[in-house]
T-cell receptor
Framework: SQQGEEDPQALSIQEGENATMNCSYK?????LQWYRQNSGRGLVHLIL?????REKHSGRLRVTLDTSKKSSSLLITASRAADTASYFC????????????FGKGTRLSVIA | SAVISQKPSRDICQRGTSLTIQCQVD?????MFWYRQQPGQSLTLIAT?????????ESGFVIDKFPISRPNLTFSTLTVSNMSPEDSSIYLC?????????????FGPGTRLLVL
């Protein structure tokens, strides 16, 4: 069953704007990972944030994690047309070597 | 990171036939996973395949329909048996590897399957 729920389901912005996607989950986690998928291809790992971390940066990406609210956000700054893709959050629970459970994803369109 | 390759990258198959998808990883990993992504949907875990043991299937997936082999620490196969149009999906192989960030999971490029 789905652990994470992203919102919005779809987001359309102009190039240069910032894009924020949110993810909520249901159970305690060990870590949360964000992925990008272009046009039905394989998933590209973007960033991992551990349950004891609150914020993480990687280039134009900023991820926050609020374990009290069971939510995370992915911010893409100064978006580019090449950022157009689907973005998924996925969680690993605290129960040992459990597999990733994915949310439904946000489809981001960046218009040039 | 991990370099994962899958074969075939895509295929069009007739109903009632079977297709075996291969997954090759650039180095040894303990845990390998197979996911399915139906059109316009998110990823759903089919099974976890650890070397030296039987695959563990998620609810809704059975070994007779999706037999998995894991002969060594760098390779796995997933067979989609007796296919129907409902099996049309992207099938993705995935591995987990420890990194400086934590236990990071990586994905292959996927196999796009269309069943007619």
């Amino acid at each position: 069953s789905q652990q994470g729920e992203e919102d919005p389901q779809a987001l359309s912005i102009q190039e240069g704007e910032n894009a924020t996607m949110n993810c909520s989950y249901k159970t305690s986690i060990n870590n949360l990972q964000w992925y990008r998928q272009n046009s039905g291809r394989g998933l590209v790992h973007l960033i991992l944030i551990r349950s004891n971390e609150r914020e993480k940066h990687s280039g134009r990406l900023r991820v926050t994690l609020d374990t009290s609210k069971k939510s995370s956000s992915l911010l893409i700054t100064a978006s580019r047309a090449a950022d157009t893709a689907s973005y998924f959050c996925a969680t690993v629970t605290n129960s040992g070597n459990t597999p990733l459970v994915f949310g439904k994803g946000t489809r981001l369109s960046v218009i040039a | 990171s991990a370099v994962i390759s899958q074969k075939p990258s895509r295929d069009i198959c007739q109903r009632g036939t079977s297709l075996t998808i291969q997954c090759q990883v650039d180095s040894q990993v303990t845990m390998m996973f197979w996911y399915r992504q139906q059109p316009g949907q998110s990823l759903t875990l089919i099974a976890t395949a650890n070397q030296g043991s039987e695959a563990t299937y998620e609810s809704g997936f059975v070994i007779d329909k999706f037999p998995i082999s894991r002969p060594n620490l760098t390779f796995s196969t997933l067979t989609v048996s007796n296919m129907s149009p409902e099996d049309s999906s992207i099938y993705l192989c995935s591995v987990r590897r420890g990194t400086s960030e934590g236990e990071t999971q990586y994905f292959g490029p996927g196999t796009r399957l269309l069943v007619l």
